[in-house]
């Protein structure tokens, strides 16, 4: 699918798969040339991109913590995964969590987060007085076992 990407500040990196396989793309941080975004342990920075996106419409992008930087240093994502609906044309922001009791250093050109482009099909409702049975039932959390 085509999206179109607009650069809102002229340090803006537009977002590239890293490899031929790879399912989501990565976006990086604004932050000036010769600085750095520190992020203190137990905290949330709210990080710019300095990217807009026109979304295919019936598609979404689903953000999330790219793997080492969850497996490695404890970040996450705020309400991850963040859904930015396809009518959506302002600036992406990433809402980043540092879990650790380290302090968390941002450079520029950062990579803060990965980010999928998915389908989004939109659910068409019907009120119904019964639903068909199931196996599991009315079954909440952990009641299909560990």
Do not use: W
Request: contains cysteine.
């Amino acid at each position: 699918a085509d999206v179109k990407v607009k650069k809102l500040d002229p340090r803006a990196i537009i977002p590239k798969y890293q490899s031929e396989g790879a399912a989501a793309f990565d976006m990086h941080a604004l932050v000036d040339e010769g600085q750095v975004i520190t992020v203190n342990p137990h905290s949330q920075e709210n990080l710019s991109t300095g990217i807009a996106m026109a979304i295919p419409q019936g598609y979404e992008l689903r953000v999330s913590p790219r793997s080492g930087h969850s497996f490695k240093h404890m970040i996450s994502i705020r309400n991850s995964p963040g859904i930015i609906d396809s009518d959506y044309r302002g600036e992406i922001k990433v809402a980043f969590v540092n879990n650790s009791d380290n302090i968390f250093v941002i450079n520029p050109g950062d990579r803060i987060c990965q980010v999928k482009l998915s389908l989004a099909p939109r659910a068409i409702f019907e009120e119904v007085e019964d639903l068909e049975e199931t196996e599991r039932g009315s079954g909440g959390f952990g009641s299909t076992g560990k």
